[in-house]
């Protein structure tokens, strides 16, 4: 039996202040399968964008490491899809896809990646960003979930993996790009950042705009009923004698 990675994997300080949270989410189980099951989706079209990628680069060592990348996310989806499954079986869900609003992102976000439209230094410095921010991620994951040792041995196992990922990406931008790779990482870092603020920004802006409506329902919109009410009643009910002056011929449009 291999020893936990704990030790080695980095948590950054805001996963790790964010751990009660974490551990609240990941506490209940139909929740814990939901997040899985997303992940497994997340790792598996990362595996995607991957092999995309080991196409397009012209530079031989960067093609073989993308595929050996590929197949690392390609089998951590199916761990994390298999884990989920096995969860499904042992106790079946209440009801799973109505938890899917509570799940935080996952941790890749390599879902950003536009991979046609990267160059070999752009994609490296995504890529070691992307990794690092999951190797941190699932460091924090792994450490709440100790009540839950077989999916805590998961994100062991993939913690594994995503170190390697952290470590080749960074190894291989300062061979392609010696001079500008900091420039490049913080490019990434502040494209990644942008993103997550548009992606919160808009989620808030639908909460902000369903508590706006709801004040208005019921502050604005009752005196305007109580006065269409009034006026309605003093309205009279049937057919009404039209004024002579407006009661001319229907020939003119005036
Ligand atoms: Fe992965
Ligand atoms: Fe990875």
Redesign the pocket.
């Known amino acids: 039996m291999h020893s936990p990675v704990s030790r080695h994997a980095p948590a950054a300080r805001l996963d790790r202040m964010l751990s009660p949270i974490h551990r609240w989410i990941w506490r209940d189980h139909d929740r814990r399968v939901q997040k899985l099951l997303r992940f497994g989706e997340t790792?598996t079209d990362?595996g995607r964008d991957l092999l995309r990628a080991a196409e397009l680069t012209s530079d031989p060592l960067l093609r073989r490491l993308y595929l050996v990348h590929a197949t690392?996310?390609q089998r951590?989806g199916m761990l994390f899809r298999r884990r989920a499954a096995s969860m499904l079986s042992a106790r079946p869900r209440r009801d799973v896809m109505s938890t899917a609003d509570l799940s935080t992102p996952s941790g890749?976000g390599l879902d950003d990646l536009e991979v046609d439209r990267e160059t070999d230094g752009t994609m490296l410095a995504f890529l070691h960003v992307a990794e690092k921010s999951?190797a941190s991620r699932f460091t924090v994951y792994r450490d709440v979930l100790r009540s839950d040792p077989d999916t805590q041995r998961v994100f062991d196992d993939?913690l594994r993996?995503?170190m390697f990922h952290m470590n080749y990406t960074l190894t291989q931008l300062v061979r392609v790009a010696p001079e500008r790779h900091r420039r490049r990482i913080w490019k990434a870092r502040l494209t990644r950042m942008w993103k997550a603020y548009l992606r919160l920004a808009s989620a808030l802006a639908g909460v902000i705009g369903g508590v706006l409506l709801t004040i208005y329902y019921f502050v604005v919109l009752p005196p305007f009923a109580l006065l269409a009410k009034r006026a309605a009643k003093n309205e009279n009910g049937g057919w009404m004698p039209v004024a002579p002056e407006r009661n001319k011929s229907l020939r003119r449009q005036y």
């Open positions: 790792e990362g690392d996310e951590h890749h999951a993939i993996d995503e």
